[in-house]
């Protein structure tokens, strides 16, 4: 294979097609997003033969984002689910962090034990679990509140291993000086061991943010009450209805309102994201 | 294994050093940290799985029926209902359909990408973007796309001559439809790790096949390819795992439909609860599903370890 079959200019029109093509691909992956943003914008007057052009043909209108805040409740939608990741997560860093660094650094009996039955809770996929889970729910009073959405990932066996492993690879130098000074293992932990664990909790926490702000079915079947609706449960109803009526713009509207502050979140801290998705596979 | 032995080692030195004279209250301390994880963990994955599990033997079928003792009457049920056995029969379609060809391009992507240079990185992030929107949202704009004649797929397709289809309103190709869009939705993410899986594959290796003459198609085939084996075993496990737990596409676009062609295990497991309030079938089904999880995590454990071993 050393002589070059193939004349430089052929080479080189391969090459080119080949970026062609790419470029199509591109083009087509990004097209959902295009069109979203498109048709947010154009006025209702082209109809339903010109609302799939890509192509931005027509004087920008607000008017779809209007008709969406009117009969979506967005902003309420919004709150709860900030209340849902938020609450999600508060809980979750104070228990991975005290269980990854029981796991890192303690050494006590039954500890292979305890950590083969957090290790069997990574095969088990929550989602497969919502029908014994609502019934628990409904005993513990919880059904029907955002509190019982949360409670079930307050467990993350994801989070205690990386934590574990974040909490693994901090070398033991600087706790031991810590100890040696006279400080208690708590005081090591809050003061020297979380500020260097900070890229690993970070990590968790854009991926645990993200999961928890896209999670439709649990939230579904726990939520009844509309003041308590999360986003995704509320774009649904809220889609299914514009689809009803076949207002393609309040939906493409609708979904905008609902991704933006996640592509506004991405582009300003892109590195950040691709990170901690890549930290996800870390399990 | 080097590592964990150092590590308990250090951890005796600092009980002699920090917690020496303590006595019950430092070795109860590791049990204390452990127990918040351990009280959610149980309560939301051991005790709903025990419940799963007698319940899915119980002829209680709604929350007042009596509670009595049925054997393996529910799965008997549960196995002789088409419902069931399409949704089975779908689901084993869709993971293959989903998984195979989201990989196939999560790996050319990262091939194409590879080097990093700002466009590529401009261009990863638009194959990474679906990710990160829910799922229920991509739905929605796909609602859109996949309509006949007038949605965004048909309107370009038309313009190259196609005929109309029904995307998915087509009992034949409304399942293809959903493997469409989880493959655009899920294939960014699988890049990131052929990514990473890449930055581990040794210049070394490469250039050697490089001076011994091999060409591009060769140096993936024999070089590439066999090292990003433990990568590819990781995201198959993770894609696998993803076509039995996501089906919020099911629920926004088809609801199972058209004649129980985009039928799928978790969606109906949530028709039974949800719509039919049978519990006995919903937990049976939920045990099946359960076994089956456990059985793609189990068989990949092993390729898994040896993966781990690869990479270090």
């Known amino acids: ?283 | 294994m080097d590592s964990a032995d150092t590590a308990s080692l250090g951890a005796h030195s600092m009980d002699r050093v920090g917690l020496k004279g303590r006595g019950f209250r430092a070795a109860l301390l590791p049990y204390l940290l452990l127990a918040p994880a351990l009280v959610f963990l149980c309560a939301f994955t051991y005790w709903p799985l025990l419940q799963a599990l007698l319940s899915s033997l119980s002829s209680k079928r709604r929350f007042n029926d009596v509670d009595a003792f049925a054997g393996l009457d529910n799965y008997a049920r549960l196995f002789g209902d088409s419902d069931f056995q399409d949704a089975a029969l779908n689901n084993l379609v869709y993971a293959l359909g989903t998984t195979i060809p989201s990989i196939v391009l999560a790996l050319f992507f990262a091939l194409a990408l590879r080097r990093s240079t700002r466009v590529n990185s401009i261009l990863r992030s638009v194959f990474f973007f679906p990710t990160l929107v829910p799922l229920v949202a991509a739905s929605a704009l796909f609602l859109f796309i996949l309509m006949p004649d007038i949605g965004l797929l048909d309107h370009y397709l038309q313009k190259f001559g196609a005929r109309s289809v029904n995307w998915i309103g087509d009992p034949d190709i409304a399942l293809i439809s959903l493997m469409g869009l989880t493959v655009w939705k899920n294939a960014g993410y699988y890049m990131l790790f052929f990514l990473a899986g890449l930055q581990g594959v040794s210049q070394d290796a490469e250039e050697a096949a490089i001076i011994e003459g091999a060409n591009r198609l060769q140096r993936l085939w024999y070089v590439i390819l066999p090292l990003l084996a433990p990568t590819t075993a990781f995201v198959v496990v993770i894609a696998l795992i993803n076509s039995v737990t996501q089906v919020d596409h099911v629920i926004v676009m088809t609801q199972g439909g058209p004649n129980n062609a985009t039928n799928l295990l978790l969606y109906y497991i949530y028709q039974q609860a949800h719509e039919t309030y049978d519990l006995g079938k919903a937990t049976a089904a939920t045990v099946a599903t359960l076994a089956v999880l456990l059985a793609i995590s189990l068989t990949s454990l092993r390729t898994m370890e040896r993966g781990i071993h690869y990479e270090k």
């Not at chain 1, 999961?211 to 995704?232: A, C, G, R």
């Not at chain 1, 713009?249 to 933006?260: D, K, R, W």
Request: net charge neutral; with cysteine; proline share 6%.
């Open chain 1, 1 to 283: 294979m050393r002589s070059d079959p193939l004349g430089r200019h052929m080479r080189h029109a391969l090459y080119c097609v080949a970026v062609g093509l790419f470029c199509g691909i591109v083009l087509v992956w990004s097209s959902p997003f295009l069109w979203m943003l498109v048709a947010s914008f154009r006025p209702d007057s082209f109809g339903a033969a010109g609302m799939a052009s890509l192509w931005p043909d027509f004087t920008p209108t607000l008017e779809h984002f209007g008709y969406a805040l009117e009969d979506g409740d967005f902003p309420l939608w919004y709150l709860n689910t900030l209340i849902l990741v938020s609450g999600t997560l508060v809980v979750q860093l104070i228990t991975v962090t005290m269980a990854g660094y029981t796991f890192a650094r303690l050494t006590f009996r039954g500890k292979d034990l305890l950590f083969a039955i957090f290790l069997f809770q990574l095969m088990l996929a929550p989602p497969v679990l919502i029908v014994p889970n609502l019934t628990t729910l409904v005993k513990l009073g919880l059904y029907d509140s955002l509190i019982g959405v949360m409670a079930p990932y307050w467990g993350s066996a994801f989070g205690i291993f990386l934590m574990r492993q974040v909490f693994r690879t901090i070398p033991r130098d600087f706790e031991e000086a810590a100890i040696i000074d006279g400080c208690a293992w708590w005081q090591v932990l809050i003061h020297v061991l979380i500020p260097l664990a900070k890229p690993g909790l970070l990590a968790f926490s854009v991926v645990s943010v993200v999961f928890h702000w896209n999670e439709f079915l649990w939230p579904l079947m726990v939520i009844n009450d509309p003041s308590k609706q999360v986003l995704t449960v509320g774009l649904v109803s809220f889609a299914l209805g514009a689809e009803g009526a076949s207002d393609w713009g309040l939906i493409a509207a609708g979904t905008l309102l609902v991704t933006a502050p996640l592509f506004i979140a991405f582009v300003l801290f892109q590195r950040q994201f691709v990170n901690s998705f890549m930290f996800s596979g870390v399990k």
